[in-house]
């Protein structure tokens, strides 16, 4: 079982910018593609961007494209999301996870206008 775990969200003012952090534990981290997701008040939970196990290849949301970066640092066992030009619609609570395995607690991303 891979464990995940969250961090760096925060409340920011639109146009910041913030670096999500996802931790794992258990299995063999670079052998698992991540991926973030989100999940804004009353909306269904959406794709943001996702990583290879190598971290050579990297896709992304349409709603991102443009402003966030995923990466990961396999020695350190963590995918990052850096996140510019932050819009008040970034709004969610943002988890990572390792397709059908594990999902992660979610860290909250606020962004006022």
């Known amino acids: 079982q891979v464990q995940l775990v969250e961090s760096g969200g925060g409340l920011v003012q639109a146009g910041a910018s913030l670096r999500l952090s996802c931790v794992a534990s258990g299995g063999t981290f670079s052998r698992y593609i991540m991926r973030w997701y989100r999940q804004a008040p009353g909306k269904e939970r959406e794709f943001v961007a996702g990583?290879?196990?190598?971290?050579?290849?990297?896709y992304y949301g349409n709603t991102v494209k443009d402003r966030f970066t995923i990466s990961r640092d396999n020695a350190k066992n963590t995918v990052y999301l850096q996140m510019n030009s932050l819009k008040p619609e970034d709004t969610a609570i943002y988890y990572c996870?390792?397709?059908?395995?594990?999902w992660g607690q979610g860290t909250q991303v606020t962004v006022s206008s």
């Open positions: 996870r390792v397709p059908d395995v594990s």
């Open positions: 990583i290879s196990g190598s971290g050579g290849s990297t």
